[in-house]
């Protein structure tokens, strides 16, 4: 009798870890970026910006004068509570993250994974070095 737990066990064990929740991998927004930072720049879209649908626990808004604007600061916010992450930049930060409602929030990042340009033109090279000798 002791074998049919002992494979049961087996069974049940990654079973239960594989359904219990994660932070990470949750798509629920609970928290997303004010619209404009304490120096009344406004929120720019930045591929690389860590999204919110990222296995970190914080996520990135980044503040500029515009698009061109070399002087652009990023404040992270933790996921769970809305609080900075790093204290140095809290001078030019928002306060808190503002909480979703059921309105769509707004984000620095495109909301998926982009693929750093260097990748993509080294797989080119990779393939014309492949298909074209």
């Known amino acids: 009798m002791s074998w049919h737990n002992t494979v049961l066990q087996c069974l049940l064990i990654p079973l239960w870890f594989l359904l219990q929740p994660s932070l990470s991998q949750s798509s629920q927004c609970t928290f997303f970026c004010p619209s404009q930072d304490e120096l009344g720049q406004a929120l720019l879209t930045q591929p690389l910006a860590i999204p919110y649908q990222s296995d970190y626990s914080v996520f990135e808004c980044v503040y500029g004068e515009g698009i061109s604007d070399p002087e652009t600061h ?15 930049q809290k001078d030019q930060c928002p306060a808190h993250a503002i909480p979703c409602s059921n309105a769509p929030g707004s984000f620095s990042s495109y909301g998926k994974p982009e693929v750093p340009a260097w990748i993509e033109n080294g797989r080119s090279l990779l393939y014309l070095k492949e298909n074209h000798t």
């Open 74 to 88: 990023s404040c992270f916010y933790i996921k769970s509570d809305g609080k900075h992450a790093l204290d140095g």
